[in-house]
């Protein structure tokens, strides 16, 4: 049926259909045939004869309408998935957490754009639980996260960006708050927050390991009922007089009524992963993994 559509639109421009035919490279019996299957298909005329060529009948002009329409969007959906097959797009979706991007993307973005001066960079501010959701959706094409890799490593590429130690986040009238650093057997009787497994997983587990490794316990550990984001999680952590222990790469935030210690057990660390979909790969993405020094596949 589309190409039927594609020869009666250039019939139309051409008033003729042995115009039509030498354009096409195909004969006039050729065209006729297809014209003929179009208004069977249709079930009335697109064409009339006159003494010049041939015009649109009512159904014609109101068929040609539509069809150019029909058309320009199946070759726009095609030219598109063509480049998705290729790896290509004109667009690069990425899925992050605030605290780490202009640490660990923002060199490598800014040569992405110099290098794709039209490419579209769609930055995603994104918990850990999000991403795995939006990349499961095909919604990004990359996420930086250092939560729920155990899950998305069977699915997706994944790659180590980098290791950080940890720090603990206190209210400003803790009795650490002033150290220069604090040891996590030094924190045995504090109350440590829970991170819910939907929106930071395997975060509660990994501090739990730290404490029992590390200090020697089995943390105390209380819920923040629905932060919007880190730092309100940390400010009301503080309010209630819980800690938190986060990634190093935190430390430039500013938290109200909170400081950030760092831990001085050296094995408290944290991994921070690239993480994209599998198949072929496009040359932007191709750069980006390069400047943040991941081998793609």
């Given at each position: 049926?589309?190409?039927?559509?594609?020869?009666?639109?250039?019939?139309?421009?051409?008033?003729?259909?042995?115009?039509?035919?030498?354009?096409?490279?195909?004969?006039?019996?050729?065209?006729?045939?297809?014209?003929?299957?179009?208004?069977?298909?249709?079930?009335?005329?697109?064409?009339?004869?006159?003494?010049?060529?041939?015009?649109?009948?009512?159904?014609g002009h109101a068929l040609a309408e539509r069809a150019n329409a029909l058309l320009a969007n199946y070759?726009?959906?095609?030219?598109?998935?063509?480049?998705?097959?290729?790896?290509?797009?004109?667009?690069?979706?990425?899925?992050?957490?605030?605290?780490?991007?202009?640490?660990?993307?923002?060199?490598?973005?800014?040569?992405?754009?110099?290098?794709?001066?039209?490419?579209?960079?769609?930055?995603?501010?994104?918990?850990?639980?999000?991403?795995?959701?939006?990349?499961?959706?095909?919604?990004?094409?990359?996420?930086?996260?250092?939560?729920?890799?155990?899950?998305?490593?069977?699915?997706?590429?994944?790659?180590?960006?980098?290791?950080?130690?940890?720090?603990?986040?206190?209210?400003?009238?803790?009795?650490?708050?002033?150290?220069?650093?604090?040891?996590?057997?030094?924190?045995?009787?504090?109350?440590?927050?829970?991170?819910?497994?939907?929106?930071?997983?395997?975060?509660?587990?990994?501090?739990?390991?730290?404490?029992?490794?590390?200090?020697?316990?089995?943390?105390?550990?209380?819920?923040?009922?629905?932060?919007?984001?880190?730092?309100?999680?940390?400010?009301?952590?503080?309010?209630?007089?819980?800690?938190?222990?986060?990634?190093?790469?935190?430390?430039?935030?500013?938290?109200?009524?909170?400081?950030?210690?760092?831990?001085?057990?050296?094995?408290?660390?944290?991994?921070?992963?690239?993480?994209?979909?599998?198949?072929?790969i496009g040359s932007p993405l191709r750069t980006l993994l390069s400047e943040l020094n991941v081998k793609s596949q």
């Amino acid at each position: 049926m589309l190409e039927k559509l594609r020869v009666f639109l250039v019939v139309l421009e051409e008033g003729s259909l042995r115009r039509a035919a030498d354009r096409l490279r195909i004969s006039q019996s050729a065209i006729t045939r297809q014209m003929q299957a179009l208004e069977a298909d249709l079930g009335g005329h697109v064409l009339e004869r006159t003494s010049a060529g041939v015009r649109p009948t009512n159904v014609g002009h109101a068929l040609a309408e539509r069809a150019n329409a029909l058309l320009a969007n199946y070759d726009s959906t095609m030219a598109e998935v063509r480049r998705l097959v290729r790896g290509e797009s004109e667009q690069l979706r990425i899925g992050y957490m605030a605290s780490a991007v202009q640490g660990y993307l923002g060199a490598a973005l800014a040569v992405l754009r110099r290098a794709y001066p039209r490419l579209n960079v769609k930055m995603l501010d994104q918990t850990p639980g999000e991403m795995i959701i939006a990349l499961r959706q095909g919604k990004i094409d990359l996420a930086l996260t250092l939560h729920g890799i155990d899950v998305l490593s069977r699915d997706f590429f994944a790659r180590k960006l980098a290791t950080v130690g940890s720090v603990v986040a206190l209210p400003l009238s803790h009795r650490f708050a002033t150290k220069r650093q604090v040891s996590l057997a030094q924190l045995k009787d504090e109350t440590f927050v829970r991170g819910s497994d939907d929106v930071v997983p395997g975060y509660t587990q990994r501090i739990i390991q730290f404490c029992r490794k590390y200090g020697g316990f089995r943390p105390r550990l209380t819920t923040i009922d629905k932060p919007d984001g880190l730092v309100e999680t940390l400010t009301l952590a503080a309010n209630e007089e819980a800690i938190s222990i986060q990634p190093a790469f935190i430390s430039h935030l500013s938290v109200p009524n909170v400081v950030l210690v760092p831990i001085a057990d050296a094995g408290a660390t944290w991994d921070l992963f690239v993480v994209w979909q599998p198949g072929e790969i496009g040359s932007p993405l191709r750069t980006l993994l390069s400047e943040l020094n991941v081998k793609s596949q």
